[in-house]
């Protein structure tokens, strides 16, 4: 079994929603761990769209059925700078996860002038 999602952020976006919204937006979306690797940056708006959009994909790959909601901050990106992401996922949205019955995931990240982009697989093992 596999799915697939994939999303793109314009930056800019990202960088409108910081600017309004503050720590409020941070504190709905992302981990603490998430906005401490981002802000270690010179400029920490690719990064959170980079995330944003990983956190897009993953919420299209569950394929959720009406009335089933996840919480990005319970999808998280682990990992350091240049090196494998790992995307770990908590609460409700990892039961929504093992419900569907992937076993692991696989996600690629990418960041450019004015978009960022994320593409997530979910697959299940082979026993």
Same mark, same amino acid.
């Given at each position: 079994m596999l799915s697939v999602g994939n999303d793109i952020v314009e930056n800019e976006r990202i960088r409108e929603l910081l600017q309004k919204h503050g720590d409020r937006f941070l504190k709905r979306v992302f981990t603490d761990d998430e906005v401490e690797?981002?802000?270690?940056?010179?400029?920490?708006?690719?990064f959170l769209a980079g995330r944003f959009a990983c956190k897009e994909?993953?919420?299209?790959?569950?394929?959720?059925?009406?009335?089933?909601v996840a919480d990005m901050r319970e999808?998280? #990106?682990?990992?350091?700078?240049? +090196?494998?992401?790992? #995307?770990?996922?908590? +609460?409700k949205t990892e039961k929504f996860f093992r419900e569907k019955g992937f076993t692991g995931s696989s996600v690629s990240i990418s960041h450019a002038d004015h978009y960022s982009t994320a593409v997530v697989v979910f697959f299940k093992e082979p026993k």
């Open positions: 690797y981002c802000h270690k940056h010179k400029d920490p708006v690719p994909a993953v919420i299209k790959a569950l394929n959720l059925e009406p009335g089933q999808i998280e #990106l682990a990992g350091t700078n240049f +090196g494998k992401k790992t #995307l770990v996922i908590h +609460g």
